[in-house]
């Protein structure tokens, strides 16, 4: 069975047509890559398989563990285990990492009918999280994003999806402003957490996060539809050709 | 909440049924006619056993009113009040106090419910909530009443005060607030039912917090409580304040005046959390919530703090201040302020500093919702003599929505050279991106909307006494329940 399929998506942001047509199967385990150039329309994918506002789905369905993805509100989705790792983490002034990660978690054992975890075993449990992943916890005693270097906010997010074990992890652009070295460590994490069960939709512009996390598929996405698909040979290939040729002329 | 197993058993014992039908049938209620003239104020007067010179200082106060115009320069707007249509006193005749909670008003037990208090608590609270309808302001203290009075703290009903402690009430009572301050002070001094009475003997801290919940129960009515806590030489308390209101169908007056005194190296802490019915989505029925609340700080290096979360009343009119007299004394207001759906406050403080060195602090956070408008109106005033004064404020609006509105109103003024004042202000809105964020890792829109709010007000928050926190977070919750789509 697969985690997530999409057939024949189209949506919409505003007036315009973004998404024309996606297909895609995710099976358990595995880490797709979807890559495209600017304005392909990856983003808007990872936005509508969140649930986000104002993306309107016009055509096509998306199946999430056999259920209907697309009749879920955001947070519903995330509690059935989607999450996304934002390109640009959003801050929360005044709410500490910690609590903010407590009320996620909270929601979800509420969403399964489960009594909220207690203030002390939840501090145990993102504790050896962190360590986990060779990660502070220190980030989580300050508010939310607010005043985090670009790789601390991106630590941040992989240390959240760390916490809430999602069943599909999606990406989105998760390489985006990061030196080398932060780039790495956030590979580190995002690969102690792949398991046999756990799927990854990982959505970039540029091969390289590819060299650190390796996929299994990786997609080509170009004028709202996966014009390719193919190996992790096929990031190699993008790399060297760009991404020219999937444009046909009608840029 | 600061309630023991004792209040509550006590609590169990009030009637509160009986309270209850009371209203309703007029049986067991003493209401003095509607309208307000001289006569309504010595029946008040007699009513309460008062001595010769309150009388003589609730006419002088009327007599004054008479003269003088409701303020119209608050950013409200509300229908006119008819003064001659209240009732101005009202109190059940007997208040015995045997039976159960069983019937009480289960939209209030469901409002505690609401608020998680628990079980326990929440029937200690409604019972409390009960007795203070009916104008006779037994607070949590009664019960530890013995306690107190053996450390030589006063704390009881003002008009218990007036009859036991005259000589005290006398010399402090109108002494921050004088009877002429404002239209809305005024006619309180003139017909004030009740209310609450400290004094924190010298020296003394007070190791316990007190509180009081008011709540305005009786239809057409006026609620007029006066407050007065005075902290002598070197004393510490920490006072708090809450409200509730039952859903009405009109409109309700609550003009209350509240004065602290601080002497010496004395420190008051005064913490509200302000829960009057706001009305339904159209403002009806809310309570109009004119309040005067002033500390004075008397004495040398003493401290008046105030802090309040204000998330009910139709409109609100309120600027708790600080009168900074004696030298290096500390002023403080920290501000929360929700309006939702058709709410209205104008609310803010004002510092005015007289003594050298004396400094004060401000921060409000204002949230709007709704079609509410939310304004903080502020005024710090330096006195030519005072030396070194320092102000901060810090004025953050936060926006929920398009319909709603935030203003800021600070008025500054310096008399002083050598002092230093300081205001910053910001407004902003809850995100869509916040939002999403949240609602992405799980939260609903409105445990979002909650957690970003709660973010928004935590140096406030962080101000409350523990107990008075968890409550008062939960009620930025639910005040705005509704306010995202």
Redesign the interface.
Known sequence: MSILSIENLHANVGETEILRGINLKIEPGEVHAVMGPNGSGKSTLSYVLAGRDGYSVTGGSVEFKDKDLLELEADERANEGVFLAFQYPVEVPGVTGMTFLREAYNSRLRYEGRDEADAMEFLKLVRSKAKDLNMSDDMLKRPVNVGFSGGEKKRNEILQMAVLEPKLAILDETDSGLDIDALKLVADGVNALRTSERSMLIITHYQRLLDYIEPDHVHVLAHGQIQRSGGKELALELEANGYAEFFDGKV | MSIDANTAEQVKELEVDKYKYGFVTDIEMETAPKGLNEDIIRFISAKKEEPYWLLEWRLKAYRHWLTMEEPDWAKVGYDKIDYQDLHYYAAPKNIDRPKSLDEVDPELLKTYEKLGIPLKEQELLSGVVAVDAVFDSVSVATTYKAKLTEMGVIFCSISEAVREYPEIVEKYIGSVVPYSDNYFATLNSAVFTDGSFVYIPKGLRCPMELSTYFRINAENTGQFERTLIIADEGAYVSYLEGCTAPQRDENQLHAAVVELVALDNAEIKYSTVQNWYPGDENGKGGIYNFVTKRGACRGENSKISWTQVETGSAVTWKYPSCILQGDNSIGEFYSVAITNNAQQADTGTKMIHLGKNTRSTVISKGISAGRADNTYRGLVKIMPKAEGARNFTQCDSLLIGNKCGAHTVPYIESRNPSARVEHEATTSKI????M??????????E?AVS??V??????VMKELPMEFAVEAQKLIGISLEGSVG
Not at chain 2, 431 to 434: A, F, G, N, P, Y
Not at chain 2, 436 to 445: D, K, T
């Open positions: 995100s869509e991106d916040q999403f964020y949240c609602m992405q890792r799980g939260l609903s829109s445990a957690l970003i709660n973010g928004f007000c935590k140096e």
